[in-house]
C-alpha cells in the first residue's frame, strides 16, 4: 500500500430497465504524488462513475479505495466529509459554481465547510491568479465565459492545498486556445506536487500527463495512441 489513492477491484454495480451492468467492472488504479493521469473514453463508459467513486462521492458495489492508506469507506460519514474537504480537490463536470455567489466566495466556501484559521482572503486571490482570473474576483458566475468558470472551479478545488485533484472534462466544452491552457495548468499543478486525476478528451491528452487510460465499458485500459 504505497500509493496515495489506490483504487482496488472496484465494481459499481446499476440497475435499468430490470437489467443489472457493471458500469465500472473491476477497476485497479494507483495514483502517487506528482502523478498526472488521464482517463479517456466515450460517453457511458464509466469515467464519470469511476471518478465519483475514487473521490469519496459514490460508495462501491465491491472493491476498495485507499487514501494515504485509509479505506475511505470504513470511514463515517463525517469523518469521509473532512477527508474530502481537506485532501481532495474535485473539479465536476459541467458547470458547479454557486450562481448567488461571487467567483472569490465559490473559491473560499470549501474553507468554510469546517473551521479552520488563516488568510483565506489572501490564499483565495492567488489563487484565481494563478488560474488567471484574478479580474473577475467580484463577478458572478453567470458573467463568466465557460472558460472563466472552469478556471473559477479549478481554484476553488484548489483551496484546501488538496494532495489530489480530480476532475472530471474539465476541458469538455471550450475551445482549443482555452484547453490547451487548462491542460498546461493542471502540468503546473501537478509538477508543484498534487497527483492530477482527469478525465478528458482524447486529443486534449497526447501532450499533457504522465500516464493515460482509456475507459471501454466499465473497464479501464492503458492507452496505446
Ligand atoms: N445512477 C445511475 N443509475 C443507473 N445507471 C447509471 C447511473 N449513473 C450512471 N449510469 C449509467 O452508467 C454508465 C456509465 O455512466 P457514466 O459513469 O456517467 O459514464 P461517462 O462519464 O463515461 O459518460 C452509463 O450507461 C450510465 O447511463
Ligand atoms: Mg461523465
Known amino acids: 500500500m504505497t500509493g496515495l489513492l489506490e483504487l482496488q477491484g472496484l465494481i459499481k454495480e446499476y440497475e435499468r430497465g430490470g437489467r443489472t451492468f457493471n458500469a465500472v467492472n473491476r477497476v485497479s488504479l494507483a495514483v502517487d504524488p506528482g502523478d498526472f493521469i488521464s482517463i479517456i473514453g466515450r460517453s457511458g463508459s464509466g469515467k464519470t462513475t469511476l471518478l465519483n467513486m475514487g473521490a469519496g462521492l459514490l460508495r462501491p458495489t465491491a472493491g476498495s479505495v485507499f487514501f494515504a492508506g485509509q479505506d475511505i469507506y470504513d470511514l463515517r460519514d463525517k469523518a469521509l466529509s473532512f477527508l ?64 472563466e468558470m472552469r478556471r473559477a472551479a479549478i481554484a476553488r478545488s484548489l483551496i484546501n492545498d488538496p494532495l489530489l485533484l480530480i476532475a472530471d472534462e474539465p476541458t469538455g466544452d471550450l475551445d482549443a486556445q482555452t484547453t490547451a491552457e487548462i491542460m498546461s495548468l493542471f502540468s503546473r499543478i501537478a509538477q508543484e506536487g498534487t497527483a492530477v486525476l482527469i478525465v478528458t478528451h482524447e486529443l486534449d491528452t497526447l501532450n499533457y500527463g504522465n500516464r493515460t487510460y482509456s475507459m471501454d465499458a466499465g473497464n479501464l485500459l492503458p492507452y496505446r495512441a
Open 84 to 147: 474530502r474537504n481537506e485532501k481532495i480537490g474535485y473539479v465536476p463536470q459541467g458547470q458547479s459554481l454557486l450562481s448567488n455567489f461571487t467567483v472569490f466566495d465559490n473559491v473560499c466556501i470549501p474553507w468554510f465547510l469546517f473551521s479552520r484559521e488563516g488568510d483565506v482572503e489572501g490564499k483565495a486571490f492567488l489563487l484565481l491568479e494563478k488560474v488567471g482570473i484574478s479580474h473577475l474576483a467580484a463577478a458572478y458566475p453567470k458573467e463568466l465565459s465557460g472558460g
